[in-house]
């Protein structure tokens, strides 16, 4: 039997009505915040996702999945590596949203000099090749919001706002939840206190792993996250960003948890909090489930050097995201869901065979005014029909037998009472939609 790759899931059913509802939710919410919908080529060339997300991440150095087509793959083999390959030719799948809506919007020009700022939301797959876990896949799927153009502190705060509503209008109970926010300076500041920390690892190498001694020359921050609990013990006592801020960066993160405060988001801030990705200054913040143990909900920050990065003009920016497969898990572990029902169908019934035809008809008459409908195809009896109505959670019947065919009329059977009544398809067709509609309810 084929199978699917480890780490994969095939999203159908309740699970894909569950990711298309927090699309919907995604869609209301962002809509009124001004965002609207973007989607990016699923592969991109590798220099899109080295120059934003940064050579030394994890994400770029172990976990990107190359793309090659069979054409390509011949010569990687006679050559045993890419290195012959044009910048063009190398590519990825991409391992997140934000280089790649943010490249777009460089070829693009959607923030000209002068203009309002770009706010764009996605809802896509994501690909990163990591060790399959619970809450950790190969190919998963983010919703997120990339706000192009402004410095603001208040668009900091905006961001966070709209995303800790996105959590409690998908069911999320808010005490349950943990926002860590933090501020990471800029290019001002940051390089100073880069500094700091990789003289203080060097000071403490004999107590710290391999893995942190190597980041210590390309990024001595990242060892805040070691997975070593030991190493993460000794950088409890490593400077800390907040205390090496530039007054600008000071300042604007002063601003940010103003308008939090006033906004009433509760949160908790994490001077350690680094993230996995190279592209942030200043604000960065990330959301924990406290029940169901699957690690960050979603995160996010400010990145105001990645348009410069991929070669457009100085533009600030600003996003997060959240992934689907763990906010299903965490909400599952709260005893919630973000199952919606399964739509409900109106069925066709005929009372033998030689109404075939007239069902066919009545059914495609239902489906043109926008009713879900079904009928059965497979030559089953009325008591069969019956049957699979309730299987499919039909609230209505319409019965065609050959006295309905003769008086030009047909059947309405509710399902629940039994009850049936004579009326002409005209009257069907005006009285289902409210029918329907009240049989949701
Ligand atoms: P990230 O923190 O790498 O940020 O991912 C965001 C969210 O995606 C995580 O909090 C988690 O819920 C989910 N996620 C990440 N990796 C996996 C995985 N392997 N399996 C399942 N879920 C996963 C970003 O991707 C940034 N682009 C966010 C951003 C947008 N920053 C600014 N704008």
């Not at 590798?46 to 050579?55: Q, S």
């Not at 809802?123 to 190919?139: I, S």
């Not at 705060?157 to 209008?169: D, G, P, S, T, V």
């Not at 920016?317 to 992934?323: E, N, P, Q, R, T």
């Amino acid at each position: 039997m084929a199978q699917k790759i480890q780490g994969t899931e095939d999203l159908y059913g309740g699970y894909m009505r569950a990711w298309q509802h927090m699309q919907d939710v995604a869609r209301d919410l962002f809509g009124a915040y001004g965002f609207d919908m973007i989607e990016t080529p699923a592969i991109e060339q590798v220099d899109t996702f080295v120059h934003g997300i940064g050579e030394s991440t994890d994400v770029v150095r172990k976990e990107m999945f190359r793309v090659f087509s069979g054409a390509l793959l011949d010569g990687l083999f006679e050559s045993g590596s890419e290195s012959h390959l044009k910048p063009k030719q190398r590519m990825a799948m991409r391992p997140e949203g934000t280089a790649g809506v943010v490249r777009a919007a460089v070829e693009n020009n959607f923030v000209p000099q002068g203009a309002a700022p770009a706010k764009l939301w996605y809802a896509e797959a994501m690909f990163r090749g990591e060790r399959p876990q619970k809450g950790r896949l190969r190919q998963f799927h983010q919703v997120g919001v990339e706000w192009l153009g402004a410095p603001d502190p208040a668009a900091d705060a905006e961001c966070i706002i709209m995303l800790m509503e996105f959590y409690k209008r998908l069911g999320f109970d808010p005490s349950k939840l943990r926002l860590s926010i933090n501020s990471m300076g800029d290019a001002n500041c940051r390089p100073a206190y880069r500094e700091k920390v990789r003289q203080f690892i060097y000071d403490h190498k004999d107590e710290m792993c391999e893995d942190c001694l190597e980041r210590a020359e390309i990024n001595p921050l990242r060892s805040f996250d070691c997975k070593n609990d030991h190493c993460r013990e000794v950088m409890k006592d490593a400077p800390l960003v907040t205390d090496n801020l530039c007054d600008e960066c000071a300042e604007h993160y002063a601003a940010v948890k103003r308008y939090l405060d006033e906004a009433g988001v509760a949160y908790v801030e994490d001077p350690t909090l680094v993230r996995g990705l190279d592209y942030y200054t200043r604000t960065v913040f990330e959301v924990e489930a406290l029940d169901g143990g699957v690690g960050a909900i979603g995160g996010g920050g400010r990145y105001d050097g990645l348009m410069e990065l991929e070669g457009g003009k100085p533009t600030p920016g600003i996003g997060f995201a959240v992934g689907f497969e763990r906010i299903a898990l965490a909400l599952a572990a709260q005893g919630g869901s973000l199952e919606t029902a399964e739509p409900s169908c109106v069925y066709v019934a005929a009372a033998s065979p030689e109404q075939r035809d007239a069902v066919f008809q009545a059914t495609l008459a239902l489906r043109n005014a926008g009713i879900r409908t079904e009928s059965d195809y497979q030559g089953r009896s009325l008591k069969s029909q019956f049957k699979q109505a309730d299987k499919l959670h039909a609230p209505y019947c319409v019965v065609i037998g050959a006295d309905e065919v003769a008086s030009g009329t047909v059947t309405l059977r509710d399902m629940s009472t039994h009850e049936q009544t004579s009326v002409t398809l005209d009257e069907l067709l005006a009285q289902m939609p409210e029918l329907m509609a009240k049989s949701r309810k």
